[in-house]
């Protein structure tokens, strides 16, 4: 049996109320029970021009049904991650994980102002202020390493940070 557009859109007139109140019942909206029906003829339609369909008043229905559970199951993930208690305000308040634009400017200049303090410093000073902060090696890793007494580690240490100090402040360390 070969439907026709004709076949298929008047199939669907006969039909509309009862297959819009069956999903009404299935999805307890009237809108989106008729949003469905809609998209179930449009479906139906396209299904029929393009194969043969044997049972269209079935394959209607089939595909209503389809649909209307397809709905209930997106409703159902977009409800776990919903939260319509929740204003435009309170969620304007939640704090961003990734930095604003001025927050990036400003970490720019820090680790200029770091990097130019750093400078500052001789090469042997830099190297041990790095290892013992940045790497985390103890002093006497850092003294075995380099040749130096652990106090001599130390000294250079508390100096660097002292040089640091001096030229940035205690707002960047």
């Known amino acids: 049996?070969?439907?026709?557009?004709?076949?298929?859109?008047?199939?669907?007139?006969?039909?509309?109320?009862?297959?819009?109140h069956t999903l009404f019942r299935m999805v307890g909206c009237r809108q989106t029970a008729e949003d469905l029906a809609q998209e179930?003829?449009?479906?139906?339609?396209?299904?029929?021009e393009s194969q043969h369909v044997t049972y269209?008043?079935?394959?209607?229905y089939q595909t209503a049904r389809n649909l209307a559970l397809d709905h209930l199951r997106k409703a159902k993930v977009r409800s776990r991650t919903d939260c319509p208690d929740v204003d435009?305000?309170?969620?304007?308040e939640i704090?961003?994980?990734?930095?604003?634009?001025e927050q990036h400017a400003a970490t720019q200049?820090?680790?200029?102002?770091?990097?130019?303090?750093l400078a500052g410093l001789?090469?042997?000073?830099r190297q041990i202020l790095i290892l013992h902060k940045l790497h985390h090696w103890p002093y006497e890793r850092i003294a075995s390493h380099i040749g130096l007494s652990r106090s001599a580690v130390e000294k250079n240490v508390h100096a660097a940070l002292a040089h640091l100090v001096s030229?940035?402040?205690?707002?960047i360390l």
């Not at 269209?56 to 209607?60: I, R």
């Not at 200049?109 to 303090?117: G, H, I, K, P």
């Open 109 to 117: 200049q820090d680790v200029e102002r770091l990097f130019e303090a």
């Open 88 to 92: 435009a305000e309170t969620v304007a």
């Open 122 to 125: 001789s090469e042997r000073r």
């Open 56 to 60: 269209l008043k079935a394959f209607l």
């Open 40 to 48: 179930a003829y449009v479906r139906v339609m396209g299904a029929a």
């Open 95 to 101: 704090p961003a994980s990734a930095p604003t634009p």
């Open 1 to 20: 049996m070969d439907h026709s557009s004709a076949c298929v859109s008047d199939l669907f007139l006969d039909h509309r109320e009862t297959l819009v």
């Open 167 to 171: 030229v940035l402040g205690n707002d």
